[in-house]
């Protein structure tokens, strides 16, 4: 696909995003062409490809956004500062804050050569690996828990505790703007969640969407190469991302992110337990998962996609399938209420 071709598809001027990408990264050779990066429901993504170098782009959704939303200059900022900590991320190159070059702000990274599975089940990969991955995801967690969030310069990209206190109002804010339906289960999952806050207040990086389908593995080892998508990444709590981690456990398999009920080979995958316990056993972290936590993962994950539908309905989702998984908001919010139900009747 060439520049001009992506030009009309996506509403930029690829020939002046070429021109800034040669002024500003030294070496650049031969013809630019660009390729949409399908799936996904946050910043529309681009493989960036020159006769010499290879690159990835991610930019802000064009049209009205919600404040805070699409924070594509914190996702460069936090992988910049995790560089060189063991933490696997892509190299950053650079950031664009001008919307005037291709109508939002975006940064360009390297294009790192892996593997990526939108489908937690592994299709095709051998048990053995199955598991080897799954623990390499709980190991690549505990890392990034483990870095001094200080001493990577990252004391301002948060504030240190109070984490769920702030999520818990920033959601329920980002909900009622993005609000085109009344939706009773989201509202009493958030009430119950807003009385059942730990006191426990632990600060770390935070990623924010920690999944298997934001990480890259190696082309051929059980090994992550990658963290990618840090759109949500901030200071927070451990355990929420723990939490979200493993929602795999309590989602279906066609409901985003799920393995419950696959109709295709899954052995070889740990249990959610064994899971957990290879995280702590990583983890220079305190404390337990508790059913607050996944809770408040499933709450999150219901507004997010609230989100996704509103998008959809002001025709500025980055998915096609954007109406269509927009309204898996009532599902998650759903399985929220089991996962506290199940906590309060066991």
């Known amino acids: 696909m060439t520049a001009m071709d992506i030009s009309k598809e996506h509403g930029f001027d690829a020939a002046r995003l070429a021109s800034y990408l040669r002024s500003t990264i030294e070496g650049l050779g031969g013809p630019m062409t660009l390729e949409r990066i399908s799936g996904g429901q946050s910043n529309p ?36 500062a995790l560089a060189g900590t063991g933490v696997p ?17 975006f940064y360009v990274m390297g294009r790192l050569e892996g593997r990526v599975f939108s489908d937690p089940c592994l299709p095709g990969v051998a048990p053995k690996e199955r598991r080897a991955m799954y623990l390499a995801m709980a190991e690549t967690l505990a890392r990034l828990h483990h870095v001094d969030w200080q001493s990577a310069g990252l004391g301002d990209f948060g504030k240190a505790g109070g984490y769920f206190q702030r999520q818990m109002t920033r959601f329920t804010r980002q909900w009622q703007m993005s609000k085109t339906r009344d939706l009773p289960q989201l509202q009493e999952l958030s009430a119950w969640l807003m009385n059942h806050i730990p006191e426990r207040d632990v600060t770390a990086i935070s990623h924010g969407d920690f999944r298997i389908g934001n990480l890259m593995f190696h082309p051929t080892l059980p090994r992550v190469i990658g963290v990618l998508d840090w759109e949500l990444a901030t200071l927070g ?13 309590h989602l279906a398999h066609d409901e985003y992110m799920g393995i419950l009920g696959a109709d295709q080979d899954v052995s070889g995958i740990p249990s959610q337990a064994q899971y957990v316990d290879h995280y702590f056993s ?5 404390g337990q998962l508790q059913p607050f936590h996944v809770a408040f993962s499933l709450f999150r994950l219901a507004v997010m996609f609230e989100g996704v539908s509103a ?36």
Not at 51 to 57: D, E, G, S, T
Not at 89 to 105: H, L, N, S
Request: proline share 7%; net charge positive.
């Open 311 to 346: 998008r959809a309905a002001a025709g500025t989702a980055a998915s096609a399938n954007a109406a269509q998984v927009g309204r898996l908001g009532l599902v998650f919010a759903s399985r929220g209420l089991a996962v506290i139900a199940g906590a309060t009747t066991s």
């Open 89 to 105: 991320v892509p190299e950053v190159i650079c950031f664009c804050p001008d919307a005037q070059i291709i109508g939002t702000p």
């Open 282 to 286: 990583h983890s220079a972290a305190a």
């Open 237 to 249: 709590d451990p355990m929420a991302d723990l939490a979200y981690s493993t929602l795999a456990w």
């Open 45 to 80: 993504t681009f493989f960036v490809t020159f006769a010499n170098r290879r690159l990835v782009l991610r930019k802000k959704p064009a049209g009205p956004l919600l404040p805070s939303a699409h924070a594509i200059d914190r996702e460069y900022r936090v992988m910049h």
